[in-house]
């Protein structure tokens, strides 16, 4: 059903819409929070200043925060339980429908000890990448030691965005509804973000689906289908996947963006425990309030649910986020933080697709630096001894024969994927 509990008797006129933006969940409702978000749309107020204020001539929220111009549709879905992972995926991976999960990792320790004090005593020595507060795509992340975060996070404008430790990951419990199937072999990496507060993004998306976990803090989203992209503006360029609006989401110029007026958004406030599912492709705009950890999990969109594994995964058997394989790491005292790179195992299912394609199930050398290497030959890449497609090809086959079979991409190391992956998809990393 939707809008049982959520939703007011207003809502109950556009019934069907409501039901396509992933307003509603068949389950219990969880605790409703106070409705201080997402932000006013006063139609009395309005109409009382319209005489004296640019509304009259452009519309509701003008010059106001994304939001402002429109009531919501209501709030995002939300569930006191996490859900199996083929529940998970039935109604929220496979439908791109994002979903709140309450108090989901409450009980993980980094909750309870996360403190400046402890995180100084504790992890200090680890390198971070760090961003400006007000979302700027075009500035490269800045590398520092946990201690000068921590030194000047308070007073100037710099926040953590940064692959979450190796060292940190046994203090958060794991997503249960991801811990099996398709899901669980595509899950990539996971990200630590910590700021003081006033830190907003840009409406946005991303191309991977992610899990965005609250563990210290506020954070308000709002949710917008990936249908409404060309009513906000996008910039024609993308960035590993990703877009963004050109719209500025703290003062809405309707005069130059009048379509976002009539944006449909949902919406919800994180506290800590919170978990946000993002569907990859969703747009989205994230504003942070008071001292701010989240850490988020991603994990590729596939277009198939293998799930003969779940059978065998002790799901309620509590995990961290240690017990989880990801893809990309980070070790202290490693040379780089690599971060946003293309998932390795995208790179094996697309070996295996041109070995079934083939038409004697082999790929040749020729073949395989034809679809990996050739396309970059003019490019100005790193060719290092590292990224060598001979150090490649020689760890992907059998030393007795000069072709792959699926047994050799079933048993492919992956960081020899991990190594055509840094140069199909260069992302930021330092």
């Known amino acids: ?33 106070p409705p201080d978000f997402p932000p006013a749309t006063n139609d009395d107020e309005d109409a009382a200043n319209s005489s004296s204020s640019s ?7 003008h010059l106001k925060p994304f ?52 995180l100084r005593e504790t992890y200090g020595s680890l390198d971070v990448l760090c961003e400006v507060k007000r979302e700027d795509r075009s500035i490269s992340p800045r590398r520092m030691k946990m201690t000068e975060f921590l030194d000047r996070y308070q007073k100037d404008n710099v926040y953590i965005v940064t692959v979450l430790p190796d060292v940190m990951r046994p203090q958060i419990k794991a997503p249960r509804s991801i811990l099996c199937g398709s899901t669980r072999r595509f899950i990539q990496e996971a990200n630590l973000w910590m700021s003081n507060g006033g830190t907003r993004s840009l409406i946005h998306y991303d191309s991977d689906h992610n899990i965005h976990c609250l563990l210290a803090g506020r954070k308000d989203f709002m ?31 309707l005069m130059r963006y009048p379509l976002v007026a009539g944006v449909p958004y949902t919406w919800t406030t994180l506290y800590p425990g919170d978990c946000i599912f993002i569907p990859g492709g969703y747009l989205h705009q994230v504003r ?20 003969s594994d779940c059978d065998d995964v002790e799901l309620n058997q509590e995990k961290t986020l240690a017990d989880v394989e990801l893809k990309w790491t980070y070790l202290e005292g490693q040379d780089q933080i690599e971060m946003g790179y293309m998932n390795p195992e995208l790179i094996r299912d697309s070996m295996y697709q041109h070995i079934e394609m083939s038409t004697d199930g082999r790929m040749s050398k020729k073949r ?36 792959l079979i699926r047994s050799d991409v079933d048993n492919a190391p992956l960081e020899a994927l991990k190594d055509i992956a840094r140069i199909i998809d260069p992302p930021h990393s330092s």
């Open 1 to 33: 059903m939707c809008g049982k509990y959520y939703l007011q008797n207003v809502y109950m006129l556009v019934l069907a819409y409501c039901c396509c933006l992933a307003v509603v969940c068949n389950q219990s409702p969880a605790t409703v929070h």
């Open 55 to 61: 509304n009259a001539t452009y519309g509701r929220g």
């Open 67 to 118: 939001g402002s111009q429109r009531a919501p549709v209501g709030p995002v879905c939300q569930y006191d339980e996490e859900l199996h992972p083929r529940e998970f995926y039935e109604k929220h991976i496979k439908q791109r429908r994002p979903l709140v999960y309450r108090k989901m990792v409450f009980d993980s320790p980094a909750r309870r000890l996360w403190s400046d004090e402890y």
């Open 223 to 253: 949710m917008i289908p990936k249908k409404f992209q060309t009513q906000l503006y996008m910039a024609s360029e993308t960035i590993n996947g990703s877009g963004y609006s050109r719209v500025n989401p703290d003062a809405v110029d």
């Open 288 to 307: 942070a309030y008071g001292r701010s950890i989240s850490e988020t999990v991603l994990f590729t969109p596939t277009r198939y649910f293998n799930d």
């Open 368 to 403: 395989f630096l034809e679809i990996f290497y050739d396309d970059l030959r003019d490019e100005k890449y790193d060719y290092s001894e590292t990224l060598s497609s001979e150090k490649v090809w020689q760890a992907l086959k059998s030393p007795d024969r000069d072709y």
